[in-house]
C-alpha cells in the first residue's frame, strides 16, 4: 500500500474530469482498506469505486481512497439457482458477462452499465425493467466509524427508485466490500418488454431468446444511444425520471398530448426525464467542450477538456428550463463533488 502525491483523477472518473487528489492510495485487500481508514493524519478522505457516478467539480486535498478490491466466488448453488459473491472492485459489465457466460440468469437487462460491484447497490441500479434489487441477497460494508464489517440484507438497504440507504442516513457512513447475488440456473425468466428489447430482438432475427441474446440486445440499444465513455467522457443518465401524480399528469396531457408516461402506482406515473430534455431543446445541444449528447437527452458529455463546474451549470440551467416549461423537478442521478 503506496499513497501517493497529486494524482490526476481523471482516469479514475468517466466524465474524464481533470482535477487532481492532493493524496490517493488504491486498496486491493479489506485489510489495507481497514488500516488506510484509521490514517488520522488523513482526515478528509474520499472513497471512489468505478467513478462512474459523479461529476467532479474541484481539486480534493484530502485522501482518496481507489476501491480496487477483486474477485468473483459461488457461495451455493442448487439445481435451479446460485447465490454468487462479487467484490466491490469488480467492473460492473465484465461481473454481467461471467454470469453471463456461466449461464447465470437475472442481470443481462443490466449488461453495458458503467461502474463497479461495489457502487451499483447504492442507487439500486436499474435498466429495461430490472433493478439490482431483484437478484440482490445482500451486501458487506465496512462502517467507517467502528471499522468493522457489518453485512446488509434486502430489507436494511430499502432500496427504491435509483435509491438506498447508502444514498440516504447510511450515506458516507460505510464502504461496501462485497454484493452476494442470487441468479437463476435454467427456466430463466426474461424480461423483453420494456423498450427496444423485443424489437431489437426481430432484428437480431432471434425468435426464442436466451439470457445471452437478451444481453446482446442490450448492449445493442445502449450502444446506439449512449455514448462510450472511453471514447467521449459521461456519467450515463444524469438525470432521474421524474414520478408524478397522475392529476399533474393528466393537466400536462392538455398541453402535450405526446407526453409518454409508464405507471408507478394507482395515483403516480414516470415520466421520461429524456423526453422532457428533448421537448425543452436541449438535446444534441453543445457548449464548447461539453452538452447533451445527440442520441440521448439524459446523457450529459465532456467533449474534451470540459471542467466540472460546466456541466454542472448546464444541468442546473436544464432542471431550470424543465421547472418553468412543465412544473417538474428533476433530480440528478450522479453525485457530485
Same mark, same amino acid.
Given at each position: 500500500?503506496?499513497?501517493? +502525491? &497529486?494524482? /490526476? @483523477?481523471? !482516469?479514475? $472518473?468517466?466524465?474524464?474530469?481533470?482535477?487532481?487528489?492532493?493524496?490517493?492510495?488504491? #486498496?486491493?485487500n479489506?485489510?489495507?482498506?481497514?488500516?488506510?481508514?484509521?490514517l488520522?493524519?488523513?482526515?478528509?478522505?474520499?472513497?471512489?469505486?468505478?467513478?462512474?457516478?459523479?461529476?467532479?467539480?474541484?481539486?480534493?486535498?484530502?485522501?482518496?481512497?481507489?476501491?480496487?478490491?477483486?474477485?468473483?466466488?459461488?457461495?451455493?448453488?442448487?439445481?435451479?439457482?446460485v447465490?454468487?459473491?462479487?467484490?466491490?472492485?469488480?467492473?460492473?459489465?465484465?461481473f454481467?458477462?461471467?454470469?453471463?457466460?456461466?449461464?447465470?440468469?437475472?442481470? +443481462? &437487462?443490466? /449488461? @453495458?452499465? !458503467?461502474? $463497479?460491484?461495489?457502487?451499483?447497490?447504492?442507487?439500486?441500479?436499474?435498466?429495461?425493467? #430490472?433493478?439490482?434489487?431483484?437478484?440482490?441477497?445482500s451486501?458487506?460494508?465496512?462502517?467507517?466509524?467502528?471499522?468493522?464489517?457489518?453485512?446488509?440484507?434486502?430489507?436494511?438497504?430499502?432500496?427504491?427508485?435509483?435509491?438506498?440507504?447508502?444514498?440516504?442516513?447510511?450515506?458516507?457512513?460505510?464502504?461496501?466490500?462485497s454484493?452476494?447475488?442470487?441468479?437463476?440456473?435454467?427456466?430463466?425468466?426474461?424480461?423483453i418488454?420494456?423498450?427496444?428489447?423485443?424489437s431489437q430482438?426481430?432484428?437480431?432475427?432471434?425468435?426464442?431468446?436466451?439470457?445471452?441474446d437478451?444481453?446482446?440486445?442490450?448492449?445493442?440499444?445502449?450502444?446506439?444511444?449512449?455514448?462510450?465513455?472511453?471514447?467521449?467522457?459521461?456519467?450515463?443518465?444524469?438525470?432521474?425520471?421524474?414520478?408524478?401524480?397522475?392529476?399533474?399528469?393528466?393537466?400536462?396531457?392538455?398541453?402535450?398530448?405526446?407526453?409518454?408516461?409508464?405507471?408507478?402506482?394507482?395515483?403516480?406515473?414516470?415520466?421520461?426525464?429524456?423526453?422532457?430534455?428533448?421537448?425543452?431543446g436541449?438535446?444534441?445541444?453543445?457548449?464548447?467542450?461539453?452538452?447533451?449528447?445527440?442520441?440521448q437527452?439524459?446523457?450529459?458529455?465532456?467533449?474534451?477538456?470540459?471542467?466540472?463546474?460546466?456541466?454542472?451549470?448546464?444541468?442546473k440551467?436544464?432542471?431550470?428550463?424543465?421547472?418553468?416549461?412543465?412544473?417538474?423537478?428533476?433530480?440528478?442521478?450522479?453525485?457530485?463533488?
Amino acid at each position: 500500500m503506496y499513497i501517493k +502525491e &497529486n494524482i /490526476s @483523477l481523471k !482516469p479514475y $472518473n468517466t466524465f474524464g474530469i481533470d482535477v487532481f487528489a492532493k493524496f490517493f492510495v488504491s #486498496v486491493s485487500n479489506i485489510e489495507d482498506l481497514k488500516q488506510v481508514l484509521t490514517l488520522k493524519e488523513y482526515p478528509d478522505k474520499l472513497i471512489l469505486g468505478g467513478g462512474s457516478n459523479m461529476l467532479l467539480t474541484k481539486d480534493f486535498e484530502g485522501l482518496v481512497i481507489h476501491i480496487n478490491l477483486k474477485g468473483i466466488e459461488i457461495v451455493s448453488e442448487n439445481d435451479d439457482f446460485v447465490t454468487i459473491k462479487a467484490y466491490a472492485g469488480e467492473n460492473w459489465h465484465e461481473f454481467v458477462l461471467w454470469c453471463i457466460n456461466n449461464d447465470f440468469g437475472g442481470i +443481462e &437487462n443490466l /449488461s @453495458l452499465i !458503467p461502474g $463497479n460491484v461495489g457502487t451499483a447497490p447504492i442507487q439500486n441500479i436499474g435498466a429495461y425493467g #430490472v433493478e439490482l434489487k431483484d437478484v440482490f441477497v445482500s451486501c458487506e460494508a465496512i462502517s467507517l466509524e467502528k471499522k468493522t464489517i457489518e453485512t446488509f440484507t434486502k430489507e436494511a438497504c430499502d432500496f427504491g427508485y435509483r435509491n438506498s440507504i447508502f444514498k440516504q442516513h447510511a450515506k458516507a457512513k460505510y464502504v461496501i466490500t462485497s454484493v452476494t447475488f442470487a441468479l437463476s440456473k435454467n427456466n430463466h425468466k426474461l424480461h423483453i418488454s420494456y423498450g427496444a428489447i423485443t424489437s431489437q430482438l426481430e432484428v437480431m432475427l432471434v425468435t426464442q431468446p436466451t439470457i445471452q441474446d437478451v444481453s446482446k440486445a442490450v448492449i445493442a440499444i445502449r450502444e446506439s444511444k449512449l455514448p462510450n465513455p472511453k471514447e467521449i467522457g459521461n456519467s450515463g443518465s444524469f438525470f432521474k425520471n421524474p414520478v408524478i401524480s397522475k392529476s399533474d399528469f393528466n393537466t400536462l396531457l392538455q398541453n402535450f398530448s405526446d407526453i409518454p408516461s409508464y405507471p408507478v402506482s394507482e395515483n403516480e406515473v414516470k415520466v421520461p426525464a429524456g423526453w422532457l430534455i428533448e421537448k425543452a431543446g436541449f438535446k444534441g445541444k453543445q457548449f464548447g467542450d461539453y452538452g447533451v449528447h445527440k442520441n440521448q437527452a439524459l446523457v450529459l458529455v465532456n467533449y474534451g477538456n470540459a471542467k466540472g463546474l460546466d456541466i454542472l451549470n448546464l444541468s442546473k440551467l436544464i432542471q431550470k428550463t424543465i421547472k418553468r416549461l412543465f412544473n417538474i423537478s428533476i433530480e440528478t442521478e450522479v453525485n457530485i463533488l
